[in-house]
């Protein structure tokens, strides 16, 4: 299984609301990654994820907060957004976070519509 | 800061002509991978290459990285519809952190 799934694929918000992105693995990969990506553009690196513990947030602003319940699941909790925060966020694996562990596997990312 | 140049930023071609697509870095780079992304998708690996002068074919894909490790081409030759896509490459940031990504370029080849 090489497989990285997202979900939902398309999710439109309020900017009252509150959701949660999901993305799940079973490689046994132990690095995970949330990326964010505007229309033809690359994607910008959110968080990272190694061993479960947080490793960077690339400053992220506080209305977005990861999760990583286990080595498998990665979440993102997702409250007051703003309208430029729409995008494609994507989900990301590899083996590690060492210089030869950087091969990623993407979902087919959350296609988010805040209104 | 490590950066990665790639360019063209956008290619319109038609079906079955050749292109390189171009990957540069003032940076040495342990290894340098090339990712393929469709509309609504997720990018997707084609290749890592990690030796320096090293090239490896995938079907009509050449890729090829640089002798000194900052700079990285992938050929398409005789190109088809099914070739388009935004066409990034990625390198390792410094002390192992995640993916520093191009800008990528656009390619769309039509029939």
Known sequence: ?115 | TQLLEQSPQFLSIQEGENLTVYCNSSSVFSSLQWYRQEPGEGPVLLVTVVTGGEVKKLKRLTFQFGDARKDSSLHITAAQPGDTGLYLCAGAGQAGTALIFGKGTTLSVSS
């Open chain 1, 1 to 115: 299984d090489t497989e990285v799934t997202q979900t939902p694929k398309h999710l439109v918000m309020g900017m009252t609301n509150k959701k949660s992105l999901k993305c799940e693995q079973h490689m046994g990969h132990r690095a995970m990654y949330w990326y964010k990506q505007k229309a033809k553009k690359p994607p910008e690196l959110m968080f990272v994820y190694s061993y479960e513990k947080l490793s960077i947030n690339e400053s992220v602003p506080s209305r977005f907060s990861p999760e990583c319940p286990n080595s498998s699941l990665l979440n993102l909790h997702l409250h007051a957004l703003q309208p430029e925060d729409s995008a494609l966020y994507l989900c990301a694996s590899s083996r590690g976070t060492g210089v030869m562990n950087t091969e990623a596997f993407f979902g087919q990312g959350t296609r988010l519509t805040v209104v």
